[in-house]
C-alpha cells in the first residue's frame, strides 16, 4: 500500500445559499416582457393552461411569475401588501393554488426599496416595496403560497439602502417562514458580481434588462459569459429573459437566443405570450436536447473557447463526459465556424458521434468540428467521445468530473451537497466539523464512485468525514483504490470527528474508486462527505525558467473581453487582434493580455518554486482602465499588485508557488466596474525544479 497523508484539515469555509433549490437553473414564464403592467389574474392562468396544455411543462418549465404591477396601491391597516382588487380580485392565494392545480409553481415580485421599478420607470400608482415589511411581506407570500420571489433593485439606494444588506434580509425572512422559496435577486450595478450574491441567492441578474432584438440579446450574451466560473447548482447567473416569440429577432435569432442561454446555464424564463405562440416558437421553447443542456446536473456554465471576427465557439461540459458545444456566426453572412475536440476538452478518443441538437441529425468525427452557420445563426452539438476520455491535465474536481459508475447506500451520489434524504440535490451544503465547502460528493456508506484516469493522473486529495448533518452519528471508512486497489484509508470516521485530509498515490493507474463503508457497525446515519476532492493530472513543466505564454494553460482561461492573448495586448473581441504588450511607454516581446474579470490557470504537480511579471493597464487604452493583478497558489493568493491603472508604470510582480498544484493569474476590476480594464502580464516567468 502506497504512503498517504493523514492529517485534521484546516480549511477555508465556503458560503453558500442552503435551501436546496435551483440545483438546475430555474425554467418559467415571466409576464413583464410581454404585458409589463397590463396583467390580471386571468393572463397569469392563461399563461399556467398554456404551460401544460402545450407541453412545456413536460419538458421542465414550471414556474409561472408575476413581476411588477401586481399590487394594491396602499397597504392595508396592518401594513399588509395587497394585489390589485380590479385586476387580482380572487386574491394571490386563490391563483397560487390554481397555478399549483395545474402542477405548476407560482412567483411574485417585490423590491427592497420603497418602491418598485414600475412606480419609478412608468408612473404606475402606488406599488410599494419591501423597506422595512421584510419580515412581514417574506410570511405574506408563504401565507399565500408563493414558490418564487423576485427581488429587484429599483433604486433602492435612493432610499438609503445597503445592498448586501438588503438582499440578505429578504432572504433570511424568506428562509424563516420554513416554505421552499426561490430567490432570484436583481442588483444595479448588476456588474462586478459581487462575491456575496451566489451565498445569499439562487440566481443574480448580470445585465441589464434585455430588448427583444439582436444587438440586445447577443450583448447580453457577451456580458455574461466570462461570469462562468460563479456558476454552480444553487446559484446561477441571469443575463435576462427569454424573449422568444416577442417577434422583434429572427426564428434564426430566437435559435441563437435559446442555445446560448442553455449553453450558459441560465434561467429559461419565457417571456412571450404562450397563448398565441406559434409552432415555430415552441419548436424552439420546447427542444428537449438543448433543455438538457441547460438542466445539466453538472452545473457548468459553458465557456468561450474562441471568438474570431464573429465566430464564437463555446463549450459546456455535462455530466455524462460529454460537450455540448454551439458555433455561433455573428456576422451578417454565412460562414464556416470550426474547432476541434481536443480545444473543447475531451481529446484523446480515436472518434466521436456529434449530435446536431436542432436538426437530430447525428455524424461522426475524428476530431474536427465544424458547420456552415448562416448569420445570425448557432449550430449545437452534443460531442460524445467514442471512446472513455482521461481527466484534462490540470487540478480537477472530481464533482466536475464524469463517473464510470456509482452506488450509494441511500439515495444517488450528490454533486456539491450532502447526501441528504432520498431525491437528487436534496442535501445541504458540505459541512464537516462546522467547515463548509462549495466542492465535492455527498454520499451514503456503503458506496462506490469510479473514475477513468488512463494512467494520466498522479495523485488524489479529498478532505472526508461525516456531516453534519447527522449530528455527532454516523461511522465510517473512507478509502481510495487504484485499479482495485486500496492505496489509502482513513479509519473510522465519527459524527463527532473533524474533517481529515487525505492524500493517495494515483500514479499510473488505469482507474480510482472512491469507496466509503459502514465500520462495521451498521449504515444507520452514515452520511459520508468527500469534500474538496480533487485529481491532479498531467505533466508539470520541465526544470527550468518558462514563459507562461509558452505553456499552456490546464483549462480554458475566463476573460472579461476576446480571448486571451499570447504576447499581444487584449486588443478586440477577435483573436491575435492586439498589439505590442506596452505599459508606461515600455514595450515587453513575450506576455498575456487579458481584460478584467480574468484567470488564468496552469498545473505545476508541485515542482515550481516562483513566479514573475511586469504588470499593469496596458497603454492601448491611455489613462483610462484600473484592475488588480493577482497570483493564487492551489486557490490561495499569494500576491497582489493593489490596483494599477493605465497612468501608472509596471509593477513587478513576485509570488512564492513552492509546492502549488496550480497558479493562477487574476485579474479583477479594482471594484469600478471593467471599462478599459485591459491587463498585461508582461515578461511572465515560472521557475520550476
Known sequence: MAVTTLQVAVAPGASALDNQLGRTPQMGWNSWNIHRCSIDENKIKAAADSIVDKGLKAVGYQYVNIDDCWQASTRDADGALQPDPVRFPSGIKALADYVHGKGLKLGIYATPGSRTCANIWDNYPGQLGSLGHETQDAKAFAAWGVDYLKYDWCKANEDGV???????????????????????????????????????????????????????????????????????????????????????????????????????ASPLLMGNNLSNATTGTLDILRNPDVIAVDQDPLGRQGTVVSSTNGLVVMTKALADGSRAVTLTNETATTATVSTTAEAIGVGGASSYQLKNLWSTTTSASTGAISASVASHDTVMYKVTPGSQVAPPAGVNQLSELAWT????????????????????????????????????????AASDITYYLGGTCNSL??????????????????????????????????????????TADITGGQQVT?????????????????????????????????????????????????????????????????????????????????????DITYYLGGRCTSVTASVGVDDEVGNNGSVVLQVLRDGVKVADSGTRTGADPALNLTADITGGQELTLRVTDAGDGTAYDHADWAQPVVTCN
Not at 484 to 499: E, N
Not at 545 to 566: A, C, F, K, Y
Request: aromatic fraction near 6%; include cysteine.
Open 461 to 502: 486529495t479529498a478532505a472526508v468525514g461525516v456531516d453534519d448533518e447527522v449530528g455527532n452519528n454516523g461511522s465510517v471508512v473512507f478509502q481510495v483504490l487504484r485499479d482495485g486497489v486500496k492505496v489509502a484509508d482513513s479509519g473510522t470516521r465519527t459524527g463527532a470527528d473533524p474533517a481529515l485530509n487525505l
Open 405 to 444: 459508475s456509482s452506488s450509494s447506500g441511500w439515495g444517488p451520489v450528490e454533486r456539491n451537497v450532502s447526501n441528504g434524504e432520498q431525491g437528487t440535490g436534496d442535501g445541504r451544503t458540505l459541512t464537516i466539523g462546522a467547515t463548509t465547502y462549495t466542492k465535492g460528493l455527498g454520499v451514503h
Open 514 to 598: 472512491l469507496r466509503v463503508t459502514d465500520a462495521g457497525n451498521g449504515n444507520a446515519y452514515d452520511h459520508a462527505d468527500w469534500a474538496d476532492a480533487k485529481l491532479s493530472c498531467g505533466s508539470a513543466p520541465a526544470p527550468g525558467p518558462h514563459p507562461l505564454s509558452d505553456l499552456n494553460w490546464s483549462s480554458l482561461p475566463t476573460n472579461g473581453w476576446g480571448p486571451v492573448e499570447r504576447n499581444l495586448s487584449n486588443g478586440d473581441q477577435g483573436s491575435a487582434d492586439g498589439r505590442t504588450l506596452t505599459i508606461g511607454a515600455t514595450t515587453y516581446a513575450k506576455g498575456l493580455g487579458v481584460h478584467a474579470a480574468s
Open 162 to 264: 445597503d445592498a448586501q444588506q438588503a438582499f440578505t434580509t429578504m432572504g433570511s425572512a424568506l428562509k424563516a417562514t420554513g416554505r421552499p422559496i426561490f430567490y432570484s435577486i436583481h442588483r444595479e450595478p448588476q456588474q462586478p458580481v459581487d462575491p456575496w450574491r451566489p451565498a445569499v441567492a439562487n440566481s443574480w441578474r448580470t445585465t441589464s434588462d434585455i430588448s427583444d432584438n439582436w444587438a440586445s440579446m447577443i450583448g447580453k450574451a457577451h456580458s455574461n459569459q466570462p461570469l462562468a466560473p460563479l456558476a454552480r447548482p444553487g446559484a446561477w447567473n441571469d443575463p435576462d429573459m427569454l424573449e422568444v416569440g416577442n417577434g422583434g429577432m429572427t426564428t434564426t435569432e430566437y435559435r441563437t437566443h435559446m442555445s446560448l442561454w442553455a449553453e450558459m
